[in-house]
């Protein structure tokens, strides 16, 4: 009986996906000329081709015999959680600014790990996003975002 | 001697109060950073970079040997204290230092760690003050071809002598190599893989990648197993001195942990998992007490931890004479080198003495300063471990963020952090290797510079790798490791399935 392994099909599968994308996207570029013999174009077909290769071989895996080694199943939702945090982020941090951001961000991230201490961690949060934020800014000389909209208040 | 005098020099360089300053900073954050679990040297080199951007080039370097030194004394410490080695090379002190400590000998494990890697750090350096511009000599004769070869040995032996699948290391070469490729490419600066984003004209930044790869995707991992348990810190009981007996089992183990790890580590092998195993497996069956191995033998950990230092020292011949880096952390140096526009190598020696000497004169410092810190500060780094895992995580994914941000003040690189986390969280359900991804992002620009630069000198010849010897015989040399893995395994299958069928 041959054991069906999905993960690795998935995963073998999107590697095949990419190779496909990464050789249609490497021919776009626009191609050398004079004595540039190989071009730009040579190393992403280079690397489509690795990738090609390494997921049929991951898909076929899939199809083996052999005891399955993956992982036991784990819990999405914290993954979830915390790409949404960072998603978020990516277009709250200029607006917002830093200190905020990053407070609400660390209590989330906690409760994500099981604290439900939320208090505390929005506390700690706080703490530590105006620790870094005078630290960097007045003592590095970094500019972390004040935020566009805190500004406008001010 | 010059290399004495250059050394000297070094030193000179060192000692200005100014780069001390940064020598304590860097091992002190360096240790700090390196006990919290989950964060291996190379995270921390990566997360601490942008700190030094306003600083110096030579002052940044100064630190980040202290950085680079001051994380595997860090490392140890986690291993010893939480068994939780956070990097490959802590795995050995984490199985006897832990059981050490279960048995209440958790100061002597500590201070035969600290101490043995004080000796094995400054025994590397030594050597590395000499290996260094003996390379430099070797490298002279190195061109194009050479280099390309050199490049993918260096990839072929990290990706072949992994253990596990073949075509999971080549995938996590393959996606490196491609996130190395975002950009201009190398020779002629024509745009790839860019999509209109102008933020990516520049490449992906090394931080992100080994922050997004390491730091990021060890969160979402941990989230996903959901290991809740607190981690039981053991506390320091009872004496904090070594007894005699414990120097006498330890002082040999120290050596041969030096001797094993320094060569092993200049070798394009991937780092420190191979000399510590070796060491530990040494030391067990040359002690003569092996019945107490797995169960608290001082050797065991003495060997591997200073096999572990060795090894970061003996790293660091090749990246400073050849630009080869050998382990995941030296990657992340050799991309610290290139955002000064400094390229190591043997024109850095010539170009920048003062930088690369006084990098070298200040890993002998900072292994004094790491002396000093770790045995005394053992209790506050025990307090660090104890911070919980929720707050702890936060904390790591803060960090990330800010200096992820901090790179160009652009939310663009907080979301490549986050792709580049997914990427390193699915890798990690997979059970896909990071370090192959980690090296193939930093040499995969280089490799193809070397590549298409000596087709452009041979006028498109692709013989020009095989007519030269050195290249011909690296090339050979790189398909044997990665073939070679791959033939054994296939050849003990065979006569598993023979049985499988009659039985």
Known sequence: MTAFRPAELWFGACLVLLAIGVAVEGSRVTAGFGYDTVGPRAFPYLIAAGLLASGTAIVAHAFSRGALTDKTGGRPLPVVAISAVLVAQVFLMVPLGWIPVSTVAFAVVAFAFGSRALLRNLLFGAVLAGVTFVLFNYGLGFRLPVGSVVEALL | ?503
């Open chain 2, 1 to 503: 001697m010059e290399t004495l005098s250059a050394l000297a020099n070094g030193f000179a360089v060192a000692a200005t109060p100014y780069n001390l300053l940064w020598a304590v900073v860097g091992v002190t954050i360096g240790t700090a950073i390196g006990a919290l679990p989950g964060l291996g040297p190379s995270t921390t080199v990566a997360l601490l970079m942008p700190l030094t951007y306003n600083v110096h080039p030579t002052a940044a370097f100064i630190m980040f040997a202290g950085i680079y030194y001051g994380s595997q004394y860090g490392g140890s410490t986690a291993s010893i204290l939480l068994n939780t080695p956070g990097e490959p090379g802590a795995m050995m002190t984490a199985v006897e230092g832990n059981a050490m400590a279960r048995r209440g000998r958790g100061a002597q494990a500590l201070a035969t760690a600290a101490i043995g890697s004080f000796v094995a750090g400054t025994l590397g350096t030594i050597a590395l003050t000499f290996v260094a511009p003996l390379m430099v000599r070797l490298a002279l004769m190195l061109g194009a071809p050479e280099y390309f070869a050199l490049m993918v040995l260096a990839l072929a032996a990290a990706t072949g002598i992994i253990s596990g699948s073949a075509a999971k290391g080549l995938a996590s070469l393959c996606l490196g190599l491609l996130l190395g490729a975002v950009g201009l490419d190398p020779q002629n600066g024509q745009e790839r893989f860019t999509f209109g984003i102008l933020e990516l004209l520049d490449g992906i930044d090394v931080t992100v990648v080994a922050v997004g790869l390491f730091a990021v995707g060890e969160t979402l991992y941990v989230a996903y197993s959901g290991a809740h348990l607190q981690d039981q810190v053991l506390a320091v009981r009872g004496s904090l001195w070594m007894s005699r007996e414990d120097w006498s089992r330890s002082w040999r183990p120290w050596l041969r942990g030096t001797a094993l790890g320094f060569p092993i580590g200049a070798l394009p092998a991937g780092g420190a998992e191979v000399p510590t195993m070796l060491s530990y497996a040494a030391e067990k069956r040359l002690c003569r007490h092996p019945d107490e191995f797995g169960r608290g033998a001082i050797e065991g950990v003495a060997g591997p931890e200073a096999a572990n230092n060795a090894s970061a020292a003996g790293a660091l011949a090749p990246l400073l004479a050849l630009g080869l880096p050998t382990s995941a952390t030296a990657a992340v140096l050799l991309a610290a080198f290139q955002q000064y526009g400094l390229r190591p190598g043997p024109l850095l020696f010539t170009s920048n003495p003062d930088l690369v000497w006084g990098m070298i004169a200040s890993l002998y410092i900072g292994n004094i300063l790491l002396l000093v810190l770790n045995l005394p500060l053992v209790g506050v780094w025990v307090k660090l471990l104890s911070v919980p895992k929720p707050q702890l995580y936060a904390g790591i994914l803060c960090f990330a963020t800010l200096g992820a941000y901090t790179l160009n003040n652009n939310v663009v690189d907080i979301g490549l952090l986050w792709l580049i986390g997914l990427l390193g969280f699915g890798m990690r359900v997979m059970q896909v290797p990071i370090v192959p991804c980690v090296l193939g992002f930093v040499l995969g620009p280089a490799i193809e510079l070397m590549l298409r630069r000596s087709l452009a000198i041979s006028q498109g010849d692709p013989s020009v790798f095989f007519t030269r010897p050195i290249s011909c015989a690296l090339l050979i040399l790189a398909l044997v490791l990665l073939c070679g893995p791959l033939l054994l395994r296939l050849r003990s299958r065979a006569p598993a399935d023979a049985v499988e069928r009659s039985g």
